[in-house]
């Protein structure tokens, strides 16, 4: 679902998944037996071309065999986007990880920093 208005955008996402994510790492690799994923973000349109954005995302696999449940995707996202103009822009985003180190499936736990520049032709 999302709200889209007034220079405000809000959404969230929930799904869940049999037998499609792919899992791979610490000696382990096929298919979760279940996963189910969460998605919410919000972000604010500025009148001169910022947009600040906060966002949520955690994906977990469940009945994982020899493991039980653990989590693949568990991070806040900050982030803020410059529009310079309609073709160009410039963002930032910083992924604070969520993730334990000791994650039994050996999924990444260091947090993340982006940076990029968009020119849409």
Do not use: W
Request: charged share 20%; hydrophobic share 35%.
């Amino acid at each position: 679902m999302k709200y889209d208005a007034n220079n405000i955008y809000l959404a969230a996402n929930y799904g869940e998944t049999r037998n499609a994510t792919r899992i791979s790492g610490a000696g382990n690799s096929g298919f979760a037996n279940k996963t189910e994923d969460v998605f919410v973000v919000a972000q604010y349109q500025f009148d001169f071309g910022l947009r600040p954005s906060l966002s949520y995302n955690k994906s977990k696999a469940k009945d994982v065999e020899g493991v039980g449940s653990e989590d693949l995707v568990n991070y806040i996202e900050v982030g803020a986007t410059y529009y310079f103009n309609k073709n160009m822009s410039t963002y930032v985003d910083y992924q604070i990880n969520q993730i334990d180190s000791d994650n039994k499936l050996g999924v990444n736990s260091d947090d993340t920093v982006a940076l990029g520049i968009v020119y849409q032709f």
